[in-house]
Nanobody, 117 residues
């Protein structure tokens, strides 16, 4: 019954920005971590950024200085601010979370981000 729902994806021109949102709901009290993965067609899913319950953030080298993660694991919300988008950032972005007590893994349905050249 735990769900992660993403929003904010869409089509943007190169150099533009998008802000993705993820809202968790269900019986989970708090997440150990929340974050974002992305997957381009024909590519492996990769971690983009994560936020731990202690507030530490982890940003993939490929998007450091470009993307910023924020949120509140206690409130089961996480955001991904994406700036200076380029076509290579195109893909499906998935919200991801791990529960605190049992380290269960949850995935959102994904939101499409398309960056035009």
């Amino acid at each position: 019954q735990v769900q992660l729902v993403e929003s904010g994806g869409g089509l943007v021109q190169a150099g533009g920005s998008l802000r993705l949102s993820c809202a968790g709901s269900g019986s989970i009290y708090r997440f150990r971590s929340m974050g974002w993965y992305r997957q381009a067609p024909g590519k492996q899913r990769e971690l983009v950024a994560s936020l731990s319950i202690g507030g530490d953030t982890n940003i993939a080298d490929s998007v450091k200085g470009q993307f910023t993660i924020s949120g509140d694991n206690g409130k089961k919300t996480v955001y991904l601010q994406m700036n200076s988008l380029e076509p290579e950032d195109t893909g499906v972005y998935y919200c991801h979370a791990r529960s605190l007590l049992r380290d269960l893994e949850y995935w959102g349905q994904g939101t499409q981000v398309t960056v035009s050249s």
